[in-house]
């Protein structure tokens, strides 16, 4: 290996087509010692390679060569008879009639001082070819125009070539004792790994005996048939035994012990500069000033980060407002155990470090369940694992602080101070906690409003937003999705033209973006609104179009978002007024903690000065929200049992599964651990925590995921013990929720006995989300129309899931049914309609307008889809009589991830491609994963438009790796293959005679 890591390992594959004589490969350097880190070198040497030996390079990691190409056979027509005849036809050229071998041999000679060492290994070895990087006396063979006829290795796989050069190289040597040994110092295959068995590294010395005997011969015998010596070359190859562990895996670990090696060795030079930074190294400090422009913590991160507690490692909460700066403190802890400690890091989105979470969510429903499980497994698992947790909004921290083992410290500090207001009609209130009702008059709204524009926008937001905008961003919170775009378009009917001046070019770069993403196509809303620097955010944008409006609203190309509660938890999107709608998300009345989160985003540390809040309500309402300010936060409860097959259940699965708890004992006490355990008295009225365990444990072996092994000899019922169905596993190893778990077994079972595979719709059913369809609302005219359109074949695929025509004819007529149908799979077919619309037009949009959703929707659709699909092929690996569904669920999940066109799907497996991407490279001639692999990051920067050079290396990049590791993959099944199996007789029958 050289200094820089590992070396780069070539596999050559020779093409069927013409290919230089024998005098022109043998002058000719082979290979060429790539330079990671200078990727035009290895583009030029790439090329330089293809124009002298007309051999395309694919770069593979520890690839052995392939020594017979697509020569399967060993009869006539065969390899070796092609070889045979091309021998007797090379012996007969009359250039090489009498002394063929030494005119040859002497090219070859003169030529090797010219060029690096090629090093050709055995049967074991991996190829390494090795070039200076400046080639000589290469002009001469570029241009060289070879015929067919004279072709002699024309067909002949490349291995056969390098054979013919070391061949003419030992003849060469033969006056020469003196070379012998300096030759085969220079050409002997070098061993990747020291540590291969020994049979491997005796094959260079048997060959080096072959050549010997070579050397010694008469002249008259000194060729020995080519056709003789390949036989003996391959039976001994054949002879010899695989090794035991695969070499892949070896050379894996030897890599990674260099780097691990390195990388000690680098913290040990700097060892006297850990600390300076909070135990960091200065230079941690250095970057963050440099990149985040953090020159000093606040107060109180310091003191969060010197607490006793901390320096102890023990677990952690700690509590601020909303932009208080709790990030900070979790990367700096997290630094910490990496760097210093050098300890792994599990990180729980959204905001983590070691193991972090915005505590309150766990609070929140199935999400904040799987939170609970998974702290609880790591508290009951390991003693030494640092729990660090953070919330803005914190009520009942007892009961966290007790389930955490954690200490607790809070502070109120906020970097940039937020004053809350109220607005009844034209007045403005400010919140005042010391005032008798909670609030004191600030200021009468003072804006001339024309008859119309009262009437369109009763609460005054065009009064209130054009106080701050453009040259200070604004929030307005809306109840609900729709209201968000009719905001939007309300406020930029009511704005003057000059707010069309204002960033103008950023915004129409904005739009053209936005249609690129999305295909040409472009939102009515948005084409009107962001020319005013105002943009609706909800669920109904794809992921695209959100991530280009975020970006355009952080960097003040859009001035104004109006949006819906959900932006408020998890997305730093600050402004400096905040303007909440109505009191309300949805149809529910706001809750402490939404309006907290809501109106934490006002105020921008380092831009704004102060931050403003403001509610807008109606008289009616004036004492509800009174009430609301004035409270304490809500309490913070566990959610485990009340998310019944998405808790307690698939806890209790994942514990028996896992091994962590099997016996009724320990999965009681790991259950007296947890939130909901500490909160059991609070949270259990009519059960007991031992009944709930006992009650749920009896559930899950009914349903055959779990069963009962009675230990004997005992009548205790703790005793038992419980092991894990092949059911439980499936459902276990697919994360399929339990509720649907048996469900999803009989859809399965039933689609064995009649799959239809004339079309994906039938496959496409059994893996739509079942949890979508309870959410789902078809349109009876849209679902008949669709259902008109199906082939025959895909019609009888609806009434085998047992939903018939007769049954959507009907509701879309508005007639009464007496037959029942079961809803989810209506519903369910319904989706699957659009899935399978998505995938033959692989365009949200066109689907979006065809099924009258939104593109948003749509896409979540999409994507749960791909996830389950997922899930399901791994619950058919794990059951054997699934497994005729497994390449048919693998095929069909690419299609679902990224639902392109098929032959974009190869591009888009390169981190950094989307879909606009991955059609601009295919229409560029970079049609697969190797063509990506392979380019010059130069070339594509000129290619294709909207490139940075910083992306067309990282495409560059992920191609290489993608395809190492598919070509490990390939490897080790190879070798997986060719290993001789451990139970084989032969070596049973040996190891008992040796017993």
Not at 42 to 66: L, Y
Not at 536 to 557: D, F, P, Q
Request: hydrophobic letters at 35%.
């Amino acid at each position: 290996m050289d200094e820089g890591g590992s070396r780069i390992r070539r596999r050559v594959s020779v093409r069927k087509r013409n290919r230089p004589s024998l005098d022109s490969v043998s002058t000719a350097c082979l290979a060429t010692e790539l330079k990671p880190s200078d990727e035009d070198k290895e583009m030029e040497a790439g090329s330089r390679r293809r124009k002298t030996v007309d051999v395309q390079p694919v770069e593979i990691i520890d690839s052995e060569e392939d020594m017979f190409g697509d020569y399967d056979s060993f009869a006539e027509n065969s390899l070796l008879a092609q070889v045979d005849d091309l021998e007797q036809k090379y012996l007969q050229l009359p250039e090489h009639r009498n002394h063929a071998t030494d005119h040859a041999t002497e090219d070859l000679c003169s030529e090797s001082n010219k060029c690096n060492t090629l090093n050709v290994p055995t049967v074991g070895d991996c190829t390494e070819l090795n070039i200076d990087e400046h080639m000589k006396n290469q002009s001469r063979h570029e241009d060289v125009s070879i015929e067919p006829e004279a072709d002699i290795l024309y067909d002949v796989p490349s291995s056969q070539v390098l054979f013919f050069e070391n061949l003419h190289k030992s003849s060469s040597d033969l006056g020469d004792p003196s070379t012998e040994e300096k030759d085969w110092n220079s050409s002997s295959p070098k061993t990747v790994n020291e540590k291969l068995p020994v049979n491997s590294r005796e094959q260079p010395q048997q060959t080096v005996e072959s050549s010997s005997k070579i050397r010694t011969s008469s002249d008259a015998n000194r060729r020995k048939s080519l056709k003789d010596h390949l036989k003996s070359t391959m039976t001994g190859n054949a002879k010899a035994q695989t090794p035991i562990f695969s070499r892949t895996k070896q050379l894996k670990e030897t890599l990674l012990s260099e780097e691990i090696n390195v990388a000690k060795k680098t913290i040990e030079s700097s060892s006297d500069d850990l600390g300076p930074f909070y135990s960091l190294p200065s230079k941690v400090r250095d970057l963050y000033v440099q990149f985040k422009g953090i020159e000093k913590l606040y107060e109180w991160q310091h003191t969060c980060l010197t607490l006793k507690s901390v320096q102890e490692r023990k677990n952690l909460i700690y509590s601020l407002p909303t932009s208080g700066g709790k990030t900070l403190v979790a990367e700096i802890l997290m630094l910490q155990e990496l760097l210093c400690r050098r300890k792994d890091v599990l990180m729980i989105l959204p905001y983590v470090a070691i193991v972090q979470e915005k505590l309150h969510m766990i609070g929140e429903g199935s999400r904040g369940a799987i939170l609970e499980m998974t702290l609880a497994k790591i508290l009951y698992t390991s003693k030494t694992t640092q729990i660090i947790g953070m919330s803005a909004t914190l009520n009942n921290v007892e009961d966290l602080q007790e389930f955490l083992q954690a200490e607790y410290y809070t502070s109120q500090f906020r970097p940039v101070e937020l004053k809350e207001y109220l607005k009844i009609n034209d007045t403005i209130y400010e919140v005042d906690s010391r005032a008798e009702n909670g609030m004191t008059f600030s200021r009468l709204l003072n804006y001339k409003y024309s008859d119309t524009l009262k009437k369109m926008d009763p609460d005054q937001l065009v009064a209130l937003v054009t106080e701050v905008i453009p040259n200070y961003s604004c929030l307005v919170f809306c109840p609900t999705k729709k209201n968000c775009e009719n905001v939007a378009e309300m406020i930029c009917k009511s704005l003057s033209k000059e707010y069309l001046k204002h960033k103008e070019k950023e915004k129409q770069e904005l739009i053209k973006n936005l249609k690129n993403v999305s295909g040409g196509n472009l939102c009515r809303v948005l084409k009107h609104t962001i020319p005013f620097g105002v943009a609706y955010h909800h669920s109904g944008l794809t992921s695209n179009e959100r991530k280009l409006l975020e970006e355009a609203y952080s960097t003040g190309v859009l001035c104004l978002f109006t949006c819906t509660s959900t932006l408020a938890a998890g997305i730093n999107l600050p402004a400096r007024r905040v303007i909440l709608r109505a009191p309300y998300v949805a149809k529910e009345f706001l809750k402490k903690n939404q309006y907290k989160q809501m109106i934490g985003r006002a105020g921008r540390a380092g831009i704004d000065s102060v931050g403003e809040s403001i509610l807008i309500l109606q008289e009616k309402d004036k004492q509800q929200v009174l009430e609301l300010i004035s409270r304490p936060l809500e309490n913070c409860y566990s959610h485990l049992v009340q998310e019944f097959t998405k808790g307690i259940q698939a806890l209790f699965l994942s514990l028996i599964g896992l091994k962590i708890a099997t016996n009724l004992d320990d999965i009681y006490r790991f259950m007296s651990g947890t939130f909901f355990g500490v909160q059991q008295k609070v949270l259990l009225k009519e059960k007991s925590l031992w009944e709930i365990t006992m009650e749920s444990l009896r559930y899950l072996t009914e349903k055959g995921l779990l069963q009962k092994d009675t230990i004997y000899g005992s009548e205790e019922e703790f005793q038992n013990n419980f092991h894990i169905t092949k059911l439980g596993r499936a459902s276990f190893k697919g994360t399929i929720d339990l509720a649907y778990c048996d469900i999803l077994y009989r859809d399965l079972k039933k689609g064995l006995e009649g799959l239809m595979l004339e079309s994906l719709l039938h496959l496409i059913y059994l893996t739509t989300p079942y949890d979508m369809a309870s959410q789902c609302d078809p349109d009876w005219m849209i679902y008949f129309r669709q259902f008109n359109q199906l082939s025959p074949a895909e019609q009888n695929v609806t009434a085998l899931v047992g939903v018939s025509e007769n049954y959507i004819g009907k509701k879309a007529s508005g007639q009464a049914i007496r037959k029942k149908v079961d809803k989810n799979i209506v519903n369910r077919l319904y989706l699957s309609f659009i899935l399978y619309t998505l995938l033959k037009e692989t365009n949200i949009w066109s689907v979006s307008e065809k099924f009258n959703m939104p593109r948003g929707y749509i896409q979540s659709l999409l994507s749960g889809a791909a996830a389950f699909s997922s899930c399901v092929l791994h619950f058919c690996e794990e059951l054997e009589e699934f497994w005729a569904y497994r390449a048919l669920l693998g095929e069909l999940t690419k299609k679902l991830t990224y639902c392109v066109k098929a032959e974009l799907v190869p591009l888009m497996e390169v981190t950094g491609v989307l879909e606009g991407r991955a059609r601009q490279l295919y229409n560029a001639g970079y049609k697969s994963l190797t063509h990506l692999a392979n380019a010059n990051p130069e070339v594509l920067i000129r290619t294709i438009d909207h490139l940075s050079r910083r992306q067309a290396k990282q495409i560059v990049s992920s191609a290489k790796m993608l395809l190492h590791e598919k070509a490990e993959a390939l490897q080790e099944e190879v070798e997986e293959l060719l290993r001789l199996p451990s139970d084989f007789p032969g070596i049973v029958a040996s190891s008992t005679e040796k017993a």
